[in-house]
């Protein structure tokens, strides 16, 4: 009976290493290693990677993948990606051919006896906007927390919610928001020393209720499905979409921009 990638992380693992290969590690083990800093992190979506020909582990003889600690680092590098920058794929791909810098793996994927990646070093700071997932839950945030993380006035926030743009949950006597809610926030207060008032990022809420509709109208068989497996990839996709969506809307605002400059 054949064994999968799945039962490679487990019983198998030691089976498909060979002591020249202890810093090779299978699916499972990377997947591991991974959850402490990419907590969604999947089998499903390790392999999805490798579809998209973003990564590309060695095979053994039996089929099992093998990742070297070039091949997690590489892994690590288009997650934190994804997550901080919020690259799509098709971007992340071209960044890792013109050479983008893969931090030295010895550093933050492998422990010192040949194991699992070791816990990543503290990331520096981004110079672009932090991704949210679309995935639900996460922290929240009472109004007081949102008005100190933000430095956005109370009646700006207050604003925001009377016209839809943010909508907090009410629970004992408190409204409460997510932490898509607060980057809004913050992303709102930016656009408030320019003189932009809630009222005006209505063509913001419809543009995103209109792309929001049209990714469901794309991917909604997958992500009603009751396969938990077609499920996750789903939502993979979703993000993934959504973040192109988001690349492409900027390329033609800079396009229409460089038109109204001339």
């Known amino acids: ?68 600690p070039s091949d997690v680092q590489r892994l ?77 006035e109370l009646r700006l926030v207050q604003e925001l919610e009377d016209f839809g743009i943010i909508k907090g949950v009410p629970r004992d006597g408190t409204r409460f928001y997510d932490e898509t809610d607060r980057e809004i926030v913050r992303a709102v207060r930016e656009l408030a020393a320019y003189g932009v008032a809630g009222r005006n990022l209505r063509v913001f809420k419809s543009s995103a209720e209109r792309e929001a509709a049209l990714l469901n109208q794309i991917l909604a068989p997958s992500l009603r499905s009751r396969n938990p497996e077609r499920r996750r990839e789903a939502i993979d996709a979703l993000e993934n979409l959504a973040a192109v969506a988001s690349h492409l809307k900027h390329l033609l605002l800079v396009r229409d921009l460089r038109r109204i400059i001339g």
């Open 1 to 68: 009976m054949a064994v999968t990638d799945d039962a490679a992380s487990g019983a198998s693992e030691q089976a498909v290493q060979s002591p020249r290969q202890a810093k090779s590690l299978t699916i499972g083990a990377v997947c591991k290693g991974l959850q402490q800093e990419f907590p969604d992190i999947s089998i499903s979506k390790i392999r999805y990677l490798e579809d998209q020909k973003l990564i590309t582990p060695r095979r053994t003889p039996g089929g099992y993948r093998l990742y070297s």
């Open 76 to 152: 690590r590098t288009i997650l934190r990606l994804q997550r901080d920058e919020y690259m799509p794929l098709a971007v992340i791909r071209q960044e890792l051919a013109a050479g983008r810098m893969v931090e030295e793996a010895s550093s933050s994927t492998s422990s010192g006896d040949g194991g699992a990646p070791a816990a990543p070093a503290p990331r520096a700071a981004s110079p672009r906007r932090m991704a949210i997932s679309v995935r639900s839950g996460g922290p929240t945030f009472s109004l007081d927390d949102i008005v100190e993380d933000t430095g956005a």
